[in-house]
């Protein structure tokens, strides 16, 4: 599970508006102080997020709000998720490159051309199939970050 702290904007049902401080990490930069452990997320989210990120979690603590929260994601979901978001667009581009080569023919220039115009459609349909899978599994509860202390 990773987690981090956020406040309890307002309610909604199940449901409750968080915000998060921006450039928050996991917590292993906070806990080394000095030591190269972690990741450094939270310094780059520093450096390029500007104002603090507000989402819809799970409220399975009914918080209130105002009140000080630690919100999770299951470590499972979030690198299925990142896989499907960088690793599919990416693995189709390469795929409709090779396909584009190979379907290019022998002529050097035509085969870059193909390789090229490979690689954009597998790109493209590398990103309309992580949008599928994100709305397919949009209400699986695996997936949604949730509220737990």
Known sequence: MISTTAVVLKTDG???WVKMDRGVGCGQCDSARGKSAGCSAGTLGK??????????????????AGDS?????NEGALAKSSGVAYLLPLLLLLAGAIAG???????????????????GVGLV???LGA????????GNRVFQPYIVG
């Not at 949008?131 to 949009?138: D, F, H, L, R, T």
């Open 14 to 16: 199940e449901h409750a």
């Open 47 to 64: 450096l390029f997020c500007f104002r603090p990120k507000e989402f819809r979690v799970a409220n399975t603590i009914a918080a209130q």
């Open 69 to 73: 929260v630690t919100v999770a994601v």
């Open 101 to 119: 080569s190979a379907w290019g023919g022998a002529d050097g220039a035509s085969t870059d051309l193909y390789a090229a115009a490979g690689a």
């Open 125 to 127: 349909l590398g990103l």
């Open 131 to 138: 949008k599928i899978y994100s709305s397919v599994n949009a």
